[in-house]
């Protein structure tokens, strides 16, 4: 399994390459999804947050790069993510459209190594301990006919408090890719576990909406404000699947 502690991606541009973590891993038949960690906008300067203009201090950026298969992503697509709360419905645009940079080349560093799968007691000792193990999952979920495998690592945990009570883990995973509607997606998953059964496994998915609904024969001052707001602010589109 690939190990995402050692692995790495590098993006080879014509003046400048970068190398970047992988977060997470998504596998859906022949193609594999390799997201890697964000970076806030920045420049390779003396003054690295010095902005070029306004824009360029309001977002965060990454990029999820779909692979032909597990060995070769020069053979698939690299799609760039800029986030924003005044981003686009999907987050993936260049003035709204999906980009990517044709002069861009990637090398993949992959690590594959043998894991030790652990019980949910062992998992839960670890963490309530204190100790300083590395955890990852592998969640493998259907969602409208199609198998996924989702590979990440545990970075946030919850975990019962009381030690007399009731046992249980709650890992909140993000950013990971998601495919909804043939759309490459990205967000947060979750899902509770206790020593019974497993709760359901949901996805938080970026996605902008209208907070308010905008009538433009009511009050004008009212009429703008929620424009405004409805510009600045956005919810998580949740998707629930059961486990």
Same mark, same amino acid.
């Given at each position: 399994m690939i190990n995402l502690e050692n692995s790495? #991606?590098?993006? *080879?541009?014509?003046?400048?390459?970068?190398?970047?973590?992988?977060?997470?891993?998504?596998? #859906?038949?022949?193609?594999?999804?390799?997201?890697?960690?964000? *970076?806030?906008?920045?420049?390779?300067?003396?003054?690295?947050?010095?902005?070029?203009?306004?824009?360029?201090?309001?977002?965060?950026?990454?990029?999820?790069?779909?692979?032909?298969?597990?060995?070769?992503?020069?053979?698939?697509?690299?799609?760039?993510?800029?986030?924003?709360? #005044?981003?686009?419905?999907?987050?993936f645009h260049q003035n709204g459209?999906?980009?990517?940079?044709?002069?861009?080349?990637?090398?993949?560093?992959?690590?594959?190594?043998?894991?030790?799968?652990?019980?949910?007691?062992?998992?839960?000792? #670890?963490?309530?301990?204190?100790?300083?193990?590395?955890?990852y999952c592998v969640i493998e979920y259907e969602y409208e006919g199609i198998k996924y495998s989702l590979i990440t690592k545990c970075e946030y945990i919850n975990y019962n408090a009381e030690k007399n009570g009731d046992k249980y883990l709650q890992p909140i995973m993000g950013y990971v890719p998601f495919i909804l509607k043939n759309q490459l997606r990205y967000g947060y998953v979750a899902l509770y576990i206790n020593e019974k059964k497993n709760g359901y496994l949901e996805f938080l998915l970026n996605e902008k909406t209208a907070i308010f609904n905008v009538n433009a024969k009511q009050n004008l001052i009212k009429f703008f404000i929620k424009k405004i707001l409805n510009i600045f602010l956005f919810f998580k589109k949740k998707m629930i699947l059961q486990n």
């Open positions: 790495f #991606i590098h993006f *080879c541009g014509l003046t400048n390459n970068w190398r970047t973590n992988i977060k997470s891993v998504l596998r #859906i038949e022949d193609k594999t999804y390799y997201l890697v960690k964000e *970076c806030r906008a920045e420049r390779v300067a003396e003054h690295p947050f010095y902005p070029q203009d306004q824009g360029d201090k309001y977002y965060e950026l990454f990029a999820i790069l779909q692979g032909i298969d597990t060995t070769d992503v020069r053979g698939g697509k690299t799609y760039f993510i800029k986030t924003s709360v #005044i981003d686009d419905n999907t987050g459209i999906p980009y990517t940079f044709n002069q861009l080349k990637n090398k993949k560093h992959i690590v594959e190594s043998n894991v030790n799968y652990l019980s949910f007691e062992k998992v839960n000792e #670890i963490v309530s301990s204190g100790k300083t193990n590395n955890i």
